[in-house]
T-cell receptor, first 116, second 114 residues
């Protein structure tokens, strides 16, 4: 069974600095996708970035990059030049792509607070 | 293009009642998935519908059910509500079943059971 672990319940970062949010995963599947979502206090889940298990390069989307280390089964999110609007809950998620289970499995989340 | 919409946004029900939540996916999307989010259990998958057929179901009791219409709109129903059903219910739409990186979430329906 797939499992996502986020060990940082809360993180603080100074505005304009970079921050890394940790995510480790466990799966026996060889084909899977890893995702990061942002959830502001309004509740909506906002898709940030995606990394496929066979992608050789780390994914990047603007200020977001995913530090994918397959051997260590980690998929950390790096946010560069933090902004006050980045304060939110961040979830790491995974979907196994080769089986019949199509749902996303989420980690417990990290509450990020950006300080002015 | 309009995003995923969910109605109602907030709902208060009494224990024992039933409730129906609605989700309208992004135009052209045929897959709708439902998730329950609670402080204690986090985000948990309920079920997925694709082309009016349930494709996958999470580990929830039979009180939780859903359906999808020919226009891809989906409803989920919870019967005999319990206090523990209080949660944020999120739906997500995607063009295909399993097209995870295309999965867009709606704003959620916050259900409170008293």
């Amino acid at each position: 069974a797939q499992k996502i672990t986020q060990t940082q319940p809360g993180m603080f970062v100074q505005e304009k600095e970079a921050v890394t949010l940790d995510c480790t995963y466990d799966t026996s599947d060889q084909s899977y996708g890893l995702f990061w979502y942002k959830q502001p206090s309004s509740g909506e889940m906002i898709f940030l970035i995606y990394q496929g298990s066979y992608d050789e390069q780390n994914a990047t989307e603007g200020r977001y990059s995913l530090n994918f280390q397959k051997a260590r089964k980690s998929a950390n999110l790096v946010i560069s030049a933090s902004q006050l609007g980045d304060s939110a809950m961040y979830f790491c998620a995974m979907r196994e792509l080769s089986g019949s289970a199509r749902q996303l499995t989420f980690g417990s989340g990290t509450q990020l607070t950006v300080l002015p | 293009k309009a995003g995923v919409t969910q109605t109602p946004r907030y709902l208060i029900k009494t224990r024992g009642q039933q409730v129906t939540l609605s989700c309208s996916p992004i135009s052209g999307h045929r897959s709708v998935s439902w998730y329950q989010q609670t402080p204690g259990q986090g985000l948990q998958f309920l079920f997925e519908y694709f082309s009016e057929t349930q494709r996958n179901k999470g580990n929830f009791p039979g009180r939780f059910s859903g359906r999808q219409f020919s226009n891809s709109r989906s409803e989920m129903n919870v019967s005999t509500l319990e206090l523990g059903d209080s949660a944020l219910y999120l739906c997500a739409s995607s063009y295909t079943s399993g097209g995870a990186y295309e999965q867009y979430f709606g704003p959620g329906t916050r259900l409170t059971v008293t």
